[in-house]
């Protein structure tokens, strides 16, 4: 935490200045409500703060300086805030990630540069300065080596930690949160930053009890992604409602069946948007397309923009892969890719925009069409489903073509992309 500030809306800390020692005084404005004073008399962790201050004869410049003054601060603001339903700030204060022991800030560039050759670090650095710093250093680590001293109560905080929001992170999310500190771990150790005594990982996930336990109580143990998919009837209305609803507007019709040719084959954004038109074969004996580029967000890999990946998808590169023309049905996307081919040139891209416009595009045309809207992550859960529940007609009763039509690397990846809530369980029972 910035030293002498909260990130805490509502919490403001003053110092009284002593001769030998100073003390901290706290305020707090509750939403909608007066300025208060806090008391040590009715406050434990103030007065806490304070014993520590008159034992250790701490002035202010020195308190800011201790790693277990800042320990018991931080507790005090997450007590106040829980206590009184303080907001924390939208955009959080920068941390002092240096001590006398260790220097997190250099360290965590260090980390950045290791994994930066396996996947995308800048993601894994948010989660480590952003959630999992602020505990540690919270709870007065000088050094990673200190991080097995709170292993036990890392885990509580991953289930107890809130959004800016002040909503418990779900449990879907856990997996986001861990995999980053987990792989911090790792790299810790591989350093040589740590031994094999200090290091340790998290899984965190939600029991079965857990959720039984939740929804007695009514809450939602839903995750924060869908899992509802298109099924074909859907597929086959939304490609009629684009015709309906612009049957004169041809730019909109373009960028709505370019999207619609993405959801019915399950292309991930970045392979979508490196598609161009002479990638599209409607009229060869098995009509196919083949993979082009990769268009991905340059954030998580610490750059402004798009990224481009010339000839890759997510698991693969330099490879050249061409898919059948399946789903729906063969027909409806020999119609859509010979409307794209006849009114976009040879070598122009399909759709020209950042990966994060395709989601909010597709969210308009549902909109303008009438259909019912599933985010581009649902797109490939979509067809995998209805991949496996036309397996032996489409597939040839081989379940490898159906994972290399999901670019997928293995089976096992597919079949957990497979929709299995009750209606299109039953539905596979009703093809018969």
Request: charged residues 30%.
């Amino acid at each position: 935490m910035a030293k002498g500030r909260s990130t805490i809306q509502g919490i403001y800390p003053m110092w009284r200045a002593g001769k030998k020692f100073d003390s901290l005084r706290v305020a707090i404005r509750p939403p909608n409500g007066a300025q208060v004073q806090i008391s040590s008399k009715v406050q434990p962790t103030l007065k806490q703060i304070n014993e520590y201050l008159r034992a250790h004869k701490l002035k202010k410049a020195a308190a800011n300086q201790d790693n277990h003054f800042q320990a018991l601060k931080h507790r005090l603001y997450e007590e106040l805030k829980d206590k009184y339903a303080l907001p924390k700030y939208k955009i959080q204060e920068k941390l002092d990630l240096k001590s006398k022991e260790f220097n997190f800030e250099d360290n965590l560039d260090e980390f950045v540069a290791f994994k930066s050759t396996h996947s995308i670090p800048f993601a894994y650095k948010g989660w480590m300065k952003r959630f999992w710093m602020p505990f540690f250093l919270g709870n007065g680590c000088n050094h990673p080596k200190d991080f097995k001293n709170f292993k036990a109560k890392a885990r509580t905080h991953v289930m107890m930690a809130k959004t800016l929001s002040g909503k418990k992170y779900s449990h879907n999310t856990y997996s986001s949160i861990t995999t980053p500190f987990n792989e911090y771990m790792r790299f810790l150790l591989d350093s040589g930053y740590i031994g094999q005594d200090d290091f340790y990982t998290l899984d965190i996930k939600m029991t079965l009890e857990q959720k039984k336990q939740a929804r007695r109580r009514g809450e939602d143990v839903t995750g924060v992604r869908t899992k509802e998919t298109y099924t074909e009837d859907e597929l086959n209305d939304i490609k009629d409602a684009i015709d309906k609803a612009y049957k004169d507007n041809l730019e909109m019709k373009k960028k709505a069946y370019a999207i619609f040719f993405g959801v019915c084959t399950g292309l991930r954004r970045g392979n979508l948007l490196g598609l161009n038109a002479e990638c599209l074969h409607p009229d060869d004996d098995v009509p196919n397309f083949d993979l082009k580029d990769n268009i991905v967000s340059g954030w998580s890999r610490g750059e402004k923009g798009a990224l481009v990946f010339e000839d890759a998808t997510k698991t693969t590169s330099g490879e050249r892969i061409q898919l059948p023309m399946v789903q729906p049905s063969p027909k409806i996307l020999v119609d859509v890719a010979r409307f794209l081919k006849k009114n976009i040139a040879p070598k122009d891209r399909l759709l020209d925009c950042h990966p994060d416009t395709v989601m909010k595009w597709w969210r308009q045309i549902a909109k303008d069409c009438d259909f019912k809207f599933l985010h581009p992550h649902a797109w490939k859960h979509s067809y995998a489903t209805i991949g496996a529940l036309h397996l032996h007609d489409w597939y040839l009763g081989n379940p490898y073509f159906l994972q290399k039509c999901c670019l997928h690397s293995s089976f096992r990846t597919t079949e957990k992309y497979i929709n299995q809530v009750s209606n299109q369980f039953l539905k596979a029972f009703a093809k018969k």
